[in-house]
């Protein structure tokens, strides 16, 4: 709370960064913008209406603050029928249960179960033998020379083990790794009208798909999780089409989240590791300081660097008049390097054993398969220190033009 401020400069200052952070080269080290927009101030206006938020304790309280809602479908359709919120795809992810707000995200949640220590003993074996078999094909690549982690490995590992587990036809899954890549853009900042199309089109796509894997399911249900949903759901849900579609926006949200951030977070930690050779041998000397390694990339380079909240009523923020229905973008990659809350902040040091970040956001929206990321990136991270001492990086990796999700377009290695 405090004096209300004019945000008519600040705006424009935004746009110039904001301009540069759209591109590939300010994906490439977004932090020294992250660092201007920081000096405007932890709340300052963004170019396109609303406003941004860079401290970290600031995010941190309004992930958590029930004030502050997610946009949902009721806020989509008030924004009108001419605007990005209009666009089929926009529609299709609001009723996902990240878009969800309380009640309905409550009863979707418990719907969904959980990542529990079970499930995850159970997904562990999998992974396991999964990272063996992905490292088995980079080896033999290597021999001749370069390649891409992140094609081979970084984009694999999520999809076959998300798939394995949801019992999805393995033929299906490099297509559904595509789609959700195309998806991603009803959900970055300023998507374009062809960026919206591609998104449509995807979620389309995915639409269909998961329907009509539910009909089969249905004939013959078994103890997967696609099976487990239709029994919950048929027991919360009277009418089956309803059953249907909530089963299909559980699944599709599963498949989105497994995909898109992980391969990122995978591909993020590696590069940590390769990037500076002396990472290597504490790592391999000390397969317990995996996870603390892990954390820290979390905290460095999280994969999902913006997170949009609307104020659920008038108020005061940071020093600036905020109506109900206003959207707030909590700059995570940017709080993330805020010294006030992480000492030395662009130097990246496993050894500061980050307790708490907002990689996998917060409040009730904490992320449900943040287990499952983390399974994934240790055990990745221990097998290929044992098993690929000597990988350097070829080349700094390009960075897709996004803002909201981080994307490496290729990490190219090769043995030393």
Not at 187 to 207: H, I, K, N, V, W
Not at 265 to 289: C, I, K, N, Q, Y
Not at 359 to 378: T, V
């Amino acid at each position: 709370m405090g004096s209300v401020t004019t945000p008519s400069t600040d705006r424009r200052a935004a746009v110039a960064l904001f301009s540069r952070l759209r591109t590939p080269q300010g994906q490439a080290d977004p932090f020294p913008l992250y660092e201007k927009l920081r000096s405007m101030g932890e709340v300052s206006p963004a170019p396109w209406g609303g406003f941004v938020v860079t401290g970290y304790d600031l995010c941190a309280a309004l992930l958590r603050d029930g004030d502050w809602l997610e946009p949902d479908q009721e806020w989509r359709a008030r924004q009108g029928p001419r605007t990005r919120w209009s666009a089929p795809s926009s529609r299709e992810i609001s009723n996902t249960m990240p878009a969800l707000n309380p009640p309905e995200h409550t009863r979707v949640r418990r719907a969904a179960g959980s990542f529990d220590r079970t499930t995850i003993q159970e997904l562990g074996r999998s992974v396991e033998g999964i990272v063996d078999g992905l490292l088995d094909s980079l080896a033999e690549r290597l021999r001749e020379g370069e390649a891409d982690f992140s094609a081979l490995v970084s984009e694999r590992l999520p999809i076959a083990t998300i798939g394995s587990w949801l019992a999805l036809p393995s033929a299906d899954w490099d297509r559904l790794r595509d789609l959700t890549h195309e998806q991603v853009f009803t959900q970055e900042l300023l998507p374009s009208a062809s960026q919206l199309a591609r998104s449509d089109a995807a979620l389309g796509e995915l639409r269909a798909y998961f329907l009509d894997l539910i009909r089969h399911r249905r004939a013959r249900l078994g103890d997967d999780p696609v099976s487990r949903w239709i029994r919950t759901w048929d027991a919360m849900e009277a009418d089956r089409d309803k059953a249907d579609e909530g089963v299909y926006f559980l699944a599709l949200f599963v498949l989105l989240a497994a995909l898109e951030t992980t391969s990122t977070l995978l591909s993020a930690t590696v590069l940590r590791l390769v990037e500076r050779p002396e990472r290597w041998d504490p790592l391999a000397g000390s397969p317990d300081l995996v996870p603390a390694f892990v954390e820290e990339t979390l905290r460095y380079d999280p994969p999902t660097h913006v997170i949009s909240r609307v104020a659920a009523k008038d108020g005061v923020l940071g020093g600036f008049e905020v109506r109900a229905d206003d959207m707030v973008h909590l700059m995570v990659g940017a709080a993330h390097h805020d010294p006030a809350r992480f000492p030395d902040p662009e130097r990246f040091d496993p050894s500061r054993n980050v307790t708490q970040h907002l990689g996998f956001s917060g409040g009730i929206h904490y992320c449900l398969g943040a287990p499952l990321a983390r399974l994934e990136a240790q055990t990745l991270l221990r097998h290929l220190v044992r098993r690929l001492p000597r990988l350097c990086l070829v080349r700094r990796p390009p960075m897709a033009p996004r803002v909201v999700f981080r994307r490496l377009l290729s990490l190219d290695v090769a043995l030393a």
